[in-house]
């Protein structure tokens, strides 16, 4: 995001309500279909909506608390080396997240590999670090990332619901299609990934496109 | 003052009397054989499968363009050879509900996707036959034997298969080794000659090849037929004769450089040549005027690639046919081939001087606003009316937002002519 384009849309922001914050992270400004951010694990681990779930909160859960944190400590960090403490931050989340999900369920700590680890390095999670908790009350920074957390969820649960439907023919693991179903083999492939976010990207953009 | 207007527009400025409708219903009746052999060899399965592809491509194509507000474009007959395509190059088994979903991928992701007609960067039938082949690996590779003695009575098992259901398979189908043992005297099997072949080392006659006497997908399995399709086409100057001769020619010799080799895993070069879907590749689908380069050389190099692909994915690649494949990645390319050969613009440089006219051109570039000091090429290169060295009026706004400066000088290269022709 360029300088420019950050200033106008802090001023804008000042000027909303503090339900607006929670509420633009699930519409308007949806990480998934309108900021297109974060998308390594949007493409990689959204072949179930199991996964997908699970990743979307996993990240909604390190963005409240390293939004917390930083919105927190944002007197204390120097401007010089503010990158570095945000990374601090959120890898010490990512860690636990990490321990967390491993110590619930193996099973699907083994299915979504590297990609909890790299939570660490997804944009979405700096990017609301260094663009809005650094200026904004603890409150406010909350509410943003649980708006921003829950439209990423929403937006993985997208991908992976179509995704598991066509490509095993259930959802959440529960079969919806009876005995024989062909499965759509490339939807489990990562093309199926790319064409399934494409199929969302047009619906929502036309939808965007026809309200205006 | 004058009464006239000038008319100043991009090129090309000199057109055939030729339209886009007349090239594709030509491309249709060359495509009528084929597809009439094709209902022959393999019955009422193939029909139902050839029909369904053709509906749901200009059903497609028509939606979309009534989604989008335009012009239903369905008239220009593009739609109905892309899903006539699809349908030749699917086995002819598949369940229709396969096939259907197949042709609306087609249209949506391999024309529309792009732009239209004129836009799609790769033949739109191979598009929708490759994630079909991605999604139903199993379906897309069960062949369903031809010439079956109540193909006109009954359809194969598959073909009315619920939608989203798994296909049901009637035994006959399928490469058993029992089946490939019997390919060897009469080819009325279900298995291709190609994957006979790569597994079971099984050869087929050429003539058998030939005359499409052979299980294979629905439309490529008559050279002949095919073959005399794009004869027609070559001889009414529709098809780029240069591309098949390029990818056939090089199929070819590369085949035989290995056959010669005396290994067995190399068969024979007419056999390379005559089995699968490669003349139907060669001369109906990498010869789509989107996807292929413009330049006589370009094309040339173009069949070349696709050839050396061919050879390379069914010799030593884990499917026994790539020709799919090696076309798509084909059309990937063109655009880069057509922007490593370009014509020479008449006048510009010859090939005694290229050097020097490079220098100059390199020269006058640098200082636009003024006349080149060397007097010999002296040209107004003011930008209110500048002329292109060919002759034309070029008006000043296309050259601008182009980076490199070479462009100015072919004249609009590319895009603007290959708005004509498809598929």
Known sequence: ???????????????SPPTNDFIKGLWRENPVFVQVLGMCPVLAVSNTAENALVMGLATTFVLLMSNTLVSLLRAFIPRQVRIACYVLIIATFVTMTDYLIQAISLELHQALGAFISLIVVNCLILGRAEAFASRNTTGRSMLDALGMGLGF?????????????LGSGSLFNVVIFPDHFQE????????????????????????????? | MLNKTLNIAASPHITRGISIVDIMRNVVWALLPVTAFAVYAFGLGALMLLITTTFSAVLTEHVLCRINRKESTVSDWSAVITGLLLGLTLPPGLPLWMAFVGGVISIALGKFAFGGLGYNAFNPALVGRAVLQAAFPAAMTTWHPAFLSDRFSAFPAATFTLPFMEPATDGLTGATPLTVLSLATDGFTGATPLAAFKFERITTETADLALGLISGSTGETCAILIILGG?????????????PVSILSTVFVLSGIF??????????????????????????????????????????????????????????????EGVMYAILLGNALSPH??????????????????????????????????????????????????TDLSGHTVTDSPAQGRSAGESDFQGHSGNDHKKDISD
């Open chain 2, 259 to 320: 056959y010669l080799t005396d290994n067995p895993i190399y068969p024979s070069p007419f056999f390379m040549l005559f089995s699968g879907g490669l003349m139907l590749g060669a001369l109906f689908m990498a010869t789509d005027t989107v996807g292929s380069p413009i330049t006589p050389a370009g094309a040339w190099l173009y069949g070349v690639i696709i050839g050396l692909l061919v050879v390379v994915i069914r010799l030593w690649g884990g499917l026994p």
């Open chain 2, 231 to 243: 004869i027609y086409l070559i001889a009414r100057n529709m098809m780029n004769w240069r591309i």
């Open chain 1, 153 to 165: 969820t929403f937006g993985l649960l997208c991908l992976g619901a179509v995704r598991e439907l």
């Open chain 1, 1 to 15: 995001m360029s300088t420019r384009t950050k200033t106008t849309f802090l001023a804008a922001l000042d000027k």
């Open chain 1, 184 to 212: 759509w083999v490339v939807m489990m492939l990562p093309a199926g990934g790319f064409f399934t976010l494409a199929i969302w990207l047009l619906i929502f953009n036309a939808a965007k496109k026809s309200k205006d």
């Open chain 2, 337 to 386: 081939i057509d922007n490593l050969i370009r014509p020479r613009v008449y006048g510009t440089t010859t090939r005694e001087n290229s050097h020097a006219s490079k220098a100059f051109i390199r020269t006058i570039r640098q200082q636009p606003e003024n006349a080149p000091g060397d007097g010999q090429h002296r040209v107004d290169l003011r930008p209110d009316h500048r």
